[in-house]
Structure formats: structure tokens, C-alpha cells
């Protein structure tokens, strides 16, 4: 199935795209990608500058990521939509592999349950990307002080789930293609945990775009990777945050096992 806009990419429980033609890792091939998401930005950019850069354009521009990757050559396998049909704001705890999870995300949850990510503020305040980022309600933290932030981020959560939006928390440090427990902080259940709010579990592979060895935005594409996403169902929080943040994991590691990434577990 092929998915011509946002709308019909949720319709089902599952989503998979395959190119007609397999591409090939190269300089051109991620030049051409790289063309494709400026092109993104820019436009939403614009709207954001002029405040018109609400949900709807939101997921357009996600879309238009996950439509660069696909004509980049990119395998797409996303699962468990229907654990995200939600009428109520959730925790979702993903695992962090690179910045394509961050761009295709509203475009798959967005739909079906408003959200908002946790960033960093310098996030923000980047030229072009900043008016987009800081228009879409995100809780920002500074990093800096660790207590003041954590305090901050307790704040405009309770704020975010009072407006009944959802929240995406990368638990691990940094980007990176390992799934490393003891990174892996209990920031997300916390939140859960404070405002009784359910948790979904979601594993990714996204290292179709690497991160780069020099700068680590500007990372080659490679259709040998594929994008795989799974939500898992949505769990009470237990009280337990250790135990809770064991369920998230064991959910990611299963899915890393089923998809052949066992050497990429790096336990305690």
C-alpha cells in the first residue's frame, strides 16, 4: 500500500512502502534527499514566521519527510497504528536512532493523538527550523542545570496534558544505533507516573539516515537500512518507575531481537 498524503498513511493498523526500483547508498542519492527536506523546512518555515503553522501543516511537512525517504529508496515498515487511536494524552518513550524518527513522527501520531516532543532549546532558536520546532507547543528544556530542568519539564508537561496533548520522550542521551540500558533514563515514566497518564511503548530502526561523523545533522542516506516503527499498547503506570521503564525497554529489545538488531543490545 502506498499512502498518498498523511490522511490514508494511518488508515490501517500497519503502513509499508517498498520502492519500485532499489537505490543505492551515494553522494547524489543523499544530496537529492537533502534537496527534498530544505525544500520541506523552508516552506514550513514560512508559515511558521507568519504563525500559520499549525497541526495540519505539522503533518503535511512530516509527510513530506517521509516522502523524501521513500523516493530516496528508503523500506518503510510501521506497525501497531491501532495503539495509537487514542482520545487521551499518553507518554510515548521511543528509543533515539537519528533525526528521522523526530521528522515522521507527527505524521503518524498527530492524526490519531495530539502530541508534542521534549526538546532542547537551542532547538528552537535555530534559524529556519526554530519558527517550526517552537510553534508546535514543545517542552523545552535548557540543559543546563539537570534539577531545574527536570522541574521545567514537570511543569510544561502538566501544562501539555492539560491542553490533552500527548508527549514523545527519547529516554537514551543522544541519537545512536545501539539500544543501551543503561542510557535509557526514567525521565518518561516519570511524567506518566505524575500525571497518571498511560504510557506507549515504540521501537525504531531510522539509521537509513546516519548520523554524521563530522556533524551529526548531516549524515548519508542508505536504502539498505530499513525505517521500521512499532507502537506497542498502551500500559498504566505501576507506581514502580524501575518496573515501568523495564516494560518500555523489554518492548524495544523484543523488537530489536524480531528485527535482527541483537548485536546492537548493549545491556547493563
Known sequence: MVAMDYRSLTAENEYTFKPAKAKKKGLFNTVKFYLRIGKVIFTSSKLGRTGRY???????????????ARKAGANIEIDGI????????VVYISNHMSTLETFIMPCI?????????????????MPFFGSVSGSRHPIIVGRKNPREDLMEVFKQSKNRIDEGRSIIVFPQRSRSDKLNEKEFN?????????YNVKIVPVAVTT???ENGKIVKDFGSVDPSKK??????????????????????????????????????????
Request: charged residues 35%; aromatic residues 14%; contains cysteine.
Open 227 to 268: 525505517v521500521r516503527m512499532s507502537f506497542g499498547k498502551p500500559f498504566e503506570p505501576s507506581g514502580d518507575g524501575n518496573k515501568d521503564n523495564r516494560t518500555v525497554f523489554d518492548f524495544i529489545e523484543s523488537k530489536f531481537i524480531e528485527w535482527g538488531f541483537t548485536d546492537r543490545i548493549v545491556k547493563k
Open 109 to 125: 501520531i498527530y492524526p490519531n493523538n495530539k502530541v508534542c516532543f521534549i526538546m532542547k532549546k537551542e532547538l528552537v532558536d
Open 82 to 89: 491501532d495503539n495509537i487511536r487514542l482520545d487521551e494524552p
Open 54 to 68: 499549525d497541526g495540519n501543516a505539522w503533518c503535511e511537512s512530516s509527510f513530506g519527510m517521509l516522502d523524501a
Open 186 to 194: 526514567t525521565i518518561g515514566v516519570k511524567i506518566a507516573k505524575k
Open 207 to 209: 539509521d537509513f539516515w
